[in-house]
């Protein structure tokens, strides 16, 4: 089964703190995503990587950056937290480049930040 | 730009009942279609996709989905409903040639099973 992991599952933090979220997977995919959920938005795309040190910007990138110094590993940056993050994370992972491929999602990160 | 409508919140079926939820895309060419489920505390799971041939795709969990070009909608089924199909349902499009390489999902439908 592919496994996709996220170091937290709840994390609270304070404004002005750097949060780090991490992302595992362990099927060697090339592709991977970070998306926050929000009640009545959905999901919606921070940022995406489709390649070691290679990314592209999703839908709200503003406030995050990214991380893909290895293959199995994408991390999630907030280079300075604040409330209106507030919000649940979630990270996914799909073999190939195509969007065709089946999302693989961890169990999410739910991140408070007071 | 590629948009995904669910136009229910929220709602409520008895255990047994049949169950139907909306999905709405916009997009000009040919979309690519999925229904993924969140179960409580978990996840998003992939429950079936379209790409092409027969509009009516089969799932997991017994769901179906049928694609309805002229009406640009992608509505997930399911003849009787169990109580453990409680959890959030997403629709998502993605789509060739845009350059868009990731899905976009709609808003979500959470449903409720009344025993």
């Known amino acids: 089964d592919v496994k996709v992991t996220q170091s937290s599952r709840y994390l609270v933090k304070r404004t002005g703190e750097k949060v780090f979220l991490e992302c595992v997977q362990d099927?060697?995919?090339?592709?991977m995503f970070w998306y926050r959920q929000d009640p009545g938005l959905g999901l919606r795309l921070i940022y995406f990587?489709?390649?070691?040190?290679?990314?592209e910007k999703g839908d709200i990138p503003e406030g995050y950056s990214v991380s893909r110094e290895k293959k199995e590993r994408f991390s999630l940056i907030l280079e300075s937290a604040s409330t209106n993050q507030t919000s649940m994370y979630l990270c996914a992972s799909t073999r190939g480049t195509g969007i065709t491929y089946e999302q693989y999602f961890g169990p999410g990160t739910r991140l408070t930040v007071t | 730009a590629q948009s995904v409508t669910q136009p229910d919140i929220h709602i409520t079926v008895s255990e047994g009942a049949s169950l139907e939820l909306r999905c709405n895309y916009s997009y000009g060419a040919t979309p690519y279609l999925f229904w993924y489920v969140q179960s409580p505390g978990q996840g998003l799971q992939l429950l079936l996709k379209?790409?092409?041939?027969?509009?009516l795709v089969q799932g997991i969990k017994g769901f179906e989905a049928e694609f309805k070009r002229s009406q640009s909608s992608f509505n997930l089924r399911k003849p009787s409903v169990h109580w453990s199909d409680a959890a959030e349902y997403f629709c998502a499009v993605g789509a060739q040639g845009t350059g868009r390489r990731a899905l976009t999902f709609g808003s979500g439908t959470r449903l409720q099973v009344q025993p």
């Open positions: 990587s489709y390649d070691v040190k290679m990314k």
């Open positions: 099927m060697d995919h090339e592709n």
């Open positions: 379209y790409f092409s041939g027969d509009t």
